[in-house]
């Protein structure tokens, strides 16, 4: 058998103009998630991360860890199939398409995100729908064809591996939790519950043996919570 680790990215910077970069606490998490692996001796035999800049600097903590202390590590590969979905164009086009049915003005995204807990709620209804097929738009990848291109990411870096292999991924929780629907048959819906609960700088693990994964560990977050810092724990 073979070990995937799916490892969710450090916390984004949610309400800024460029969300796709590590926040002051998501760079300290992924220092954090780089020690944890150090100290309990990962040494993954393939490296792989999402091409958005989030994964990519979740990886470089341990990449440079790793350098620093003379560990060699593969060399990392990058595959879009682990990027996660445009949430921010699904909640812009159905906040679009109720403006125009009301004939008002769309509410800009950003400033939706100044209150978290009204944000939080509106874009939990959105996503549902999305993942339901209650709201669709053209040029909007739906929930089905993203889960798709997961699946097919899973089958190419199991197949460039092979069996008995270590496997390194740094990614999101969309991705994440689309693996544990293929893995354990969950509906859509439950799918999407449990994504809310992946953690920043989590690790889920699996087994796998050809193209069958077996789920071994979900959401691990002792490397965090060990500091006895309530603020390293974040889901957003």
């Known amino acids: 058998m073979g070990t995937l680790y799916m490892v969710r990215h450090g916390q984004a910077s949610f309400g800024e103009e460029n969300y796709d970069r590590l926040s002051p606490i998501g760079q300290e998490q992924s220092r954090i998630l780089a020690a944890h692996f150090l100290e309990t001796g990962m040494k993954p035999d393939a490296l792989y991360s999402g091409d958005m800049q989030r994964h990519k600097d979740t990886a470089q903590a341990m990449i440079d860890l790793y350098?620093?202390?003379?560990?060699?590590?593969?060399?990392?590969?990058?595959?879009?199939?682990?990027?996660?979905?445009?949430?921010?164009?699904?909640?812009?086009?159905?906040?679009?398409?109720?403006?125009?049915?009301?004939?008002?003005?769309?509410?800009?995204?950003?400033?939706?995100?100044?209150?978290?807990?009204?944000?939080?709620?509106?874009?939990?209804?959105?996503?549902?729908?999305?993942?339901?097929?209650?709201?669709?738009?053209?040029?909007?990848?739906?929930?089905?064809?993203?889960?798709?291109?997961?699946?097919?990411?899973?089958?190419?870096?199991?197949?460039?591996?092979?069996?008995?292999?270590?496997?390194?991924l740094f990614t999101s929780g969309g991705p994440i939790s689309a693996t544990l629907q293929l893995c354990l048959g969950l509906s859509d819906e439950n799918t999407l519950r449990t994504a809310w609960q992946i953690a920043n700088g989590s690790v889920t693990r699996f087994l796998y043996n050809g193209e069958r994964l077996t789920l071994a560990g979900f959401n691990a977050i002792d490397h965090l919570a060990l500091r006895k810092e309530p603020a390293l724990v974040t889901y957003r």
């Open 67 to 168: 350098r620093q202390r003379d560990v060699l590590l593969p060399p990392i590969r990058i595959e879009t199939a682990f990027n996660e979905y445009s949430s921010r164009e699904i909640v812009q086009a159905y906040l679009a398409d109720r403006a125009e049915a009301n004939s008002s003005r769309a509410v800009d995204f950003k400033e939706l995100t100044r209150d978290r807990k009204a944000f939080q709620r509106l874009f939990e209804k959105i996503v549902l729908d999305w993942v339901r097929g209650a709201f669709a738009k053209p040029g909007i990848a739906t929930w089905e064809s993203f889960r798709g291109r997961v699946a097919e990411g899973l089958k190419k870096i199991i197949a460039q591996n092979g069996r008995g292999r270590s496997i390194l």
